[in-house]
């Protein structure tokens, strides 16, 4: 017990072991806690120091990936090394209990995924729809969320119907009740578009959709760690989302929310250990008696102790700062690049909603006076890294911040931006 407690020191402190690198490199782990002593700016910025993001280019895509706090680092490095020495990998039901917490859910209501397309998956293809059955999408879907909607579409004859988003909240809950008819039975859009940032109304359309009888199935990869989110308070039937994104925790772990009203009415067809309440393969006819009556029905098999220790490390230290901080923190930066922006009316348009509630973490532009390839190529040139957006025809740039950027970076590609389109 010593001489492994002493390796694992030897690691945490970054110095090399014969025959393995040191997680540590380049950059030694070094988180601490929150200093809730400072205000405003100063806050800020010292939250950014918990950070490995290197200087040399400024990060404006945490909408594909948002980089992992130093606190998220050091309990991966922790878990990995402690499993891989003891060779105990370990259960994630206390993991599992505190990633329902953070998104305000029953421990009984989630299934531990590696991404938000596998969630959407297990609601698209669980749901019980037949040929004919019509499902609400809109014409801004990723395509984690598109295809596999248009997969059951091609196989089981579903009925997609797509619809362009408007600007505004009541728009799109009026849109969307205007879309319904006796055939509807699912709702399945986001919860932020990955397109222009639009943010949906999904409590009200809930609701709207729970009193026709309709289910409603969202796309919330930008959802989880920009708002203050409590899914039961949301009111939909499932969310799956990640927390590798606005979360900042590990690349390939996700969620899925089931509801526990709709549970049994979501079909399992990808099972294993963990699935069910039993089996035995020696009755004759082999006896299977049924599946555990939770949504862990859903994440079959072996998980990643410690990839799920380090999304619970991302959650704490959302829930250290403060959730309802984050969010505060996400909007105001979005506000502030968004006001830069419309100032450059001459050089290009947002297509990004103009009503601050259907804006919270990205704002998507499009240049007029170049493509927007060689407008993002010469852009990202100046040292920033944005997103191009070809989806829904945009040809477009989008750019999403988050609580490690600052009003000061914004400036920089503000000033960036008019450089480059003249």
Not at 22 to 32: A, E, G, M, R, V
Not at 80 to 98: A, L
Not at 311 to 333: P, Q
Request: with cysteine.
């Amino acid at each position: 017990m010593k001489s492994r407690r002493s390796f694992i020191q030897k690691l945490g402190a970054g110095i090399a072991i014969p025959g393995l690198v040191s997680f540590s490199s380049p950059t030694q782990i070094n988180s601490k806690s929150i200093n809730h002593s400072l205000q405003g700016d100063e806050f800020w910025n010292d939250i950014r120091k918990q950070f490995p993001l290197n200087d040399s280019r400024i990060y404006l895509n945490n909408g594909t990936f948002g980089p992992s706090p130093l606190a998220v680092l050091d309990a991966l490095q922790s878990s990995f090394v402690e499993t891989n020495t003891s060779g105990e990998y370990g259960h994630i039901e206390p993991e599992r209990e505190k990633l329902a917490e953070f998104v305000g859910i029953k421990t009984s209501e989630i299934s531990l995924t590696h991404n938000t397309t596998e969630g959407i998956n297990i609601m698209c293809w669980g749901l019980p729809l037949k040929a004919g059955d019509e499902v609400i999408i809109t014409l801004h879907e990723h395509v984690g969320n598109a295809l596999p909607w248009l997969n059951r579409a091609k196989l089981h004859g579903i009925v997609l119907k797509p619809f362009e988003p408007k600007a505004t909240q009541a728009e799109n809950l009026d849109l969307i009740k205007s879309l319904v008819t006796p055939k509807t039975k699912v709702i399945a859009i986001p919860h932020i578009t990955c397109t222009t940032g639009l943010v949906f109304p999904i409590k009200e359309i809930s609701a709207f959709a729970r009193s026709k009888g309709i289910f409603s199935a969202i796309d919330g990869a930008h959802g989880a760690g920009t708002f203050d989110l409590n899914l039961k308070d949301l009111g939909c039937d499932l969310y799956a989302s990640s927390y590798h994104k606005w979360v900042l925790g590990p690349n390939g772990t996700g969620f899925l929310y089931v509801r526990e009203e709709v549970l049994d009415q979501v079909q399992a067809y990808q099972v294993g250990a963990y699935s069910d309440l039993g089996w035995d393969l020696y009755q004759s006819p082999p006896e299977f008696k049924g599946y555990v009556p939770t949504a862990h029905r859903f994440d079959y098999g072996s998980q990643s102790l410690p990839m799920m220790k380090g999304a619970v490390a991302a959650a704490d230290f959302h829930g250290e700062i403060g959730k309802g901080k984050i969010e505060t923190r996400i909007r105001e930066l979005n506000q502030y690049l968004f006001e830069g922006l419309s100032e450059m009316n001459s050089q290009l348009d947002i297509l990004s909603s103009s009503e601050p509630e259907s804006r919270i973490s990205m704002v998507t532009f499009k240049a007029k006076n170049m493509g927007y390839q060689e407008a993002a190529g010469l852009i990202s040139k100046e040292g920033f890294r944005i997103r191009q957006v070809p989806e829904s025809k945009l040809d477009a740039i989008r750019i999403s911040t988050h609580i490690y950027n600052s009003k000061t970076e914004i400036d920089s590609f503000l000033e960036a931006t008019k450089k480059v389109l003249g």
